[in-house]
């Protein structure tokens, strides 16, 4: 097994993998799933609910998209909140 990089967009740091490589490997017979669980299923269809709804009300008239538009373009451009995205999407 390899790892390669790491990975740093978050404000927690970095990923350290031989950390986690060293503690899986610690169990006799360890496990790794990508399968969300029960509670994940139900946020992304809650997720995905919530979006056609805003993408239906965006789409319903030029003006309404021209107001998301721009609310999605100030977030991305000025929200600080996502300011490390921003910069990880500026490299």
Request: with cysteine.
């Amino acid at each position: 097994m390899a790892f390669v990089g790491r990975y740093a967009a978050y404000a927690t740091g970095a990923i350290d993998y031989s950390t986690l490589l060293r503690d899986a490997q610690r169990s006799p017979a360890p496990v790794f799933s990508l399968e969300p669980t029960p509670a994940t299923k139900v946020a992304v269809t809650r997720f995905v609910a919530d979006f056609d709804r805003q993408m239906t009300a965006s789409l319903s008239s030029a003006s309404a998209f021209q107001t998301w538009f721009g609310r999605m373009i100030d977030l991305l451009l000025y929200d600080p909140a996502v300011g490390a995205d921003r910069q990880c999407l500026a490299k």
